[in-house]
């Protein structure tokens, strides 16, 4: 099956920093989809971004399908930011849609 | 709240129990899914429902039993667990199993067998 992986596994930050999160993946895919889970585990669904570039205030994710990588841009980060965020990516090959998702990235963010 | 509820938040079970999952969706989706969810580890799909009807089954041991009675609840019933079946389970899910967007999780019940 389909291989996603992310990078750093974890990543402490001050208030105010600001980083990138990397998620590379083994084949062609229909959808892809970054996720933050809090630490009571809720899982909120931040992108669905299978190509292209797209912004949401201090987030904004980045696909580049042909080669095989999405990146997630957090810019000034608030303690509220902390949490896993996951890749989590879709292919109609294999019969049936699923989500795949990558380990995560655990994010810690320091007053 | 993201329109999908689970309950219990948490549940303690010995071995020898039966207790049951509940998820119900208030997005009028048609697809359902469990997922489970150890320390760790990749979130891993277990079921998959599209309309009432199970499509997938990911190789999940006999002593999990999903069972949708409609598209709007999903139960998961469990029955002499494991110690190493303790973990976080999710239920999401989505306007249809060919969906494209809209994935929505509930906040799981995080469970733990002694």
Known sequence: GIQVEQSPPDLILQEGAN????????????NLQWFHQNPWGQLINLFYIPSGTKQNGRLSATTVATERYSLLYISSSQTTDSGVYFCAVGSRTGGGNKLTFGTGTQLKVEL | ETGVTQTPRHLVMGMTNKKSLKCEQHLGHNAMYWYKQSAKKPLELMFVYSLEERVENN???????????????????LHTLQPEDSALYLCASSPSRHWDYGYTFGSGTRLTVV
């Open chain 2, 59 to 77: 190789s999940v041991p006999s002593r999990f039993s999903p069972e949708c009675p409609n598209s709007s609840h999903l139960f998961l019933h």
């Open chain 1, 19 to 30: 980083s990138t999160l990397r998620c590379n993946f083994s084949d062609s895919v229909n």
